[in-house]
């Protein structure tokens, strides 16, 4: 979410540079609901289904019977209100054209207000009576065939057909006659049956087009920070199976001043992987490490790698007093001079995802500042092969990680006090690497990425699965009780 929902846009606006751009129909994040979750979620509009029809008001229903021994009666059945409704199963089935929603042993409890008034053929005068009524319609049956699309970028729902039928209907009238309870019977009946059906059938249409409506409303871009967004058009054709929708999104990072133009990207079917172990997760979501080399290509491009580091939890690193022992030319020409680090990238970060491990390769360059009053003197500059793994996990919706160290090389670039002597200078890089580059990097892996849930869904009991080039999220999901007020959009 999404809000669940929702998902990921993209365009060759995206990355410049150093990101090759992708063709325009591939996703990289893919989402897959199972059986269970389209249980889950049909039991949500199940259950806010029957809060919308439960006071429902339907029309008026009158008519003229004929009774024995008294001819003609005029009959009226006014303010019949659905005040409580019962569902006693429901299932939900996906297939090649469609979904379908059949809930069965439907009960409906009607009140309403009696009136019956007729003529006597002694004289001409009308004799007429009034009360109340309860009805009790059992054994409905209500279907719902349900179309999903893809429509520029977002999901279409179309309602396709809906039906319901009832089965029996019972009588109770408070007050009356049995000549009475036995004419409403055979006089209304049917029209109340007719009515109920009625009724719900055009409240669900109500309620589809107002799902409708919500799932179009959903952002194409999820906000990551103020730089950056995820795009979240939907591409290519939604994937329906006996047990499953799909369906795949660009899922790559895009600068959030950037507009991008949905040119058509219905395109053919691919098979969306699921990587779950557990099958009865509700949700399989996949991203490919596209998405997350178009985030470290993104930020590249904008400048956002580069760093001065005149803060360390060692203080005696940003003094040449410090590398006295490590660099003595340093020490010599500028002694107890504080010190900057200069640290910039020479390239986006290359993530590579594998069935062991998440990794990094990151290229920096790392220029050695000497400050001397109001001067920033650079003195050499050291290029650093940085290789480090990752542990990838949910918290709440977002999928953030931490990096270790696993390797590094290093050679100097330049340098203006001579020649340095590398194997000297590698345990203090280890150092400045674990204790600043790191922590660095990990605060903000911290803040995570936002998967594409719709709003009021929560992930949970999520697993996480690497795969060649992917990351697997297998997830049940919750709806809490305090966010149920946001349903009523819906339906």
Not at 321 to 329: D, K, M, N, V
Not at 368 to 395: R, Y
Not at 428 to 450: C, D, Q, R
Request: charged share 15%.
């Amino acid at each position: 979410m999404p809000p669940f929902l929702l998902l990921l846009l993209f365009a060759s606006s995206f990355i410049h540079g150093h990101a090759q751009s992708p063709p325009q129909t591939q996703g990289f994040i893919s989402m897959l609901i199972t059986q269970n979750g389209l249980d889950f979620v049909k039991n949500l509009l199940v259950e806010k289904a029957i809060s919308s029809i439960v006071s429902l008001r339907l029309p008026n229903i009158d008519k003229g019977a004929k009774i024995p021994f008294l001819g003609n009666v005029y009959l009226l059945l006014s303010d019949v209100i659905i005040y409580q409704i019962d569902v006693a199963s429901s299932v939900v089935k996906p297939g090649e054209s469609g979904i379908l929603i059949v809930a069965s042993g439907v009960r409906c409890n009607l009140s309403m207000n009696w009136y019956y008034a007729y003529s006597t053929w002694i004289g001409p005068v009308e004799i007429s009576d009034r009360g109340l009524a309860h009805v009790q319609v059992e054994g409905m049956e209500v279907e719902l065939s349900l179309g999903l699309e893809n429509q520029e970028g977002s999901l279409d729902l179309k309602l396709k057909n809906c039906n319901s039928s009832v089965k029996d209907i019972s009588i109770k009238l408070d007050g009356g006659a049995s000549w009475l309870y036995q004419g409403i019977i055979d006089a209304f009946e049917g029209n109340i049956g007719s009515a109920v059906e009625n009724a719900i059938t055009k409240k669900l249409g109500k309620g589809i087009s107002k799902l409708d409506s919500y799932l179009k409303s959903l952002p194409k871009e999820v906000p990551v920070d103020d730089h950056s967004s995820l795009n979240v058009t939907i591409i290519n054709d939604v994937l329906l199976s006996e047990s499953s929708v799909g369906f795949e999104t660009n899922g790559l990072f895009i600068q959030r001043k950037d507009f991008v133009h949905i040119p058509n990207l219905l395109h053919k079917n691919s098979k969306l992987p699921i990587l779950c172990t557990n099958s009865s997760k509700m949700l399989a979501i996949t991203l490919d490490e596209a998405v997350f080399n178009s985030a470290s290509a993104l930020y590249y491009d904008a400048k956002f790698m580069h760093w001065i580091v005149d803060q360390v939890p060692d203080q005696s690193v940003l003094n040449t007093a410090g590398w006295r022992f490590i660099i003595p030319q340093l020490y010599k020409k500028y002694p107890n001079h504080r010190m900057n680090l200069n640290i910039s990238l020479s390239s986006p970060p290359a993530v590579e995802i594998s069935n062991q491990k998440a990794g990094v390769h990151v290229f920096a360059d790392l220029t050695i500042d000497v400050l001397e009053e109001d001067e920033v003197i650079p003195v050499a500059c050291i290029s650093l092969m940085i290789q480090a793994s990752g542990l990838v996990k949910i918290n709440g919706n977002n999928l953030v990680g931490t990096i270790r160290l696993d390797d590094f090389g290093m050679s100097l670039k330049w340098s203006n006090i001579g020649n340095l002597r590398m194997f000297l200078i590698q345990p203090a890089m280890w150092t400045i690497i674990e204790t600043v580059f790191l922590p660095y990097a990990n605060s903000h892996l911290s803040k995570g990425l936002p998967l594409p849930i719709i709003h009021g869904f929560t992930l949970q009991d999520a697993e996480i699965i690497l795969s060649t080039s992917k990351v697997g999220v297998c997830s049940d999901v919750s709806f809490a009780e305090s966010n149920k007020h946001y349903l009523q959009f819906i339906m």
